[in-house]
Nanobody, 128 residues
Framework: QVQLVESGGGSVQAGGSLTLSCEVS????????LGWFRQTPGKEREGVVV????????YTADSVKGRFFISRDHTKNTVSLRMKSVKPEDTDVYYC?????????????????????WGQGNQVTVSS
């Protein structure tokens, strides 16, 4: 069983930076994916940045390319989302998520329906 606990949300001004962290408890086997999603109340959850735990290959949504980056610390068993040049439209609840072992297409990787484990969510608010 995998458990995910996020930290680091809060408020930031447009153009600023913020880092979210997710502590992973339990083992992630081969062919699993670990990453970040976000959701505005009343809208569908969307993929932001995901990491392929086998090769550390990343998948990034077009809306955040060049601004959001994912990294993994194997010694601390954490995965982080570094958000740079944030915009008001980045205001959302951000979730850390992981899959059970499976192979996904590039389209499925950013689809929240592919994920089995979820963190509790952290609010990020960007003010203009």
């Amino acid at each position: 069983q995998v458990q995910l606990v996020e930290s680091g949300g809060g408020s930031v001004q447009a153009g600023g930076s913020l880092t979210l962290s997710c502590e992973v408890s339990g083992s992630l086997n081969r062919n699993t994916y670990l990453g970040w999603f976000r959701q505005t109340p009343g809208k569908e959850r969307e993929g932001v940045v995901v990491l392929d735990t086998d090769g550390d290959f990343t998948y990034t949504a077009d809306s955040v390319k060049g601004r959001f980056f994912i990294s993994r610390d194997h010694t601390k068993n954490t995965v982080s989302l570094r958000m740079k040049s944030v915009k008001p439209e980045d205001t959302d609840v951000y979730y850390c998520a992981a899959t059970q072992p499976r192979l996904l297409t590039s389209k499925q990787v950013l689809d929240p329906r592919s994920y089995d484990y979820w963190g509790q969510g952290n609010q990020v608010t960007v003010s203009s």
